[in-house]
C-alpha cells in the first residue's frame, strides 16, 4: 500500500544519495571549490577592512 511506496522509495533515495556520496572525489570537489572562490577572490585588489586611525 502506500506505507510500502513510501518506505520503498525513501530506502531507494537513501540508497542513492549513499552510491553518490561515496563514488564522489572529495579532493577534486575541494579542488574546484578553491578554483571558484579564488576565481572572484579581490581581496589582494581591495581590501574589505581599512584600518581607522584616531589622532585624539
Request: glycine share 8%.
Amino acid at each position: 500500500g502506500i506505507w510500502g511506496g513510501m518506505i520503498g522509495g525513501t530506502t531507494m533515495q537513501t540508497a542513492i544519495l549513499l552510491w553518490v556520496t561515496i563514488r564522489t572525489d572529495w579532493s577534486k570537489e575541494v579542488e574546484e571549490a578553491h578554483k571558484r572562490l579564488n576565481k572572484w577572490d579581490d581581496t589582494k585588489k581591495q581590501p574589505l577592512l581599512t584600518a581607522a586611525t584616531d589622532n585624539s
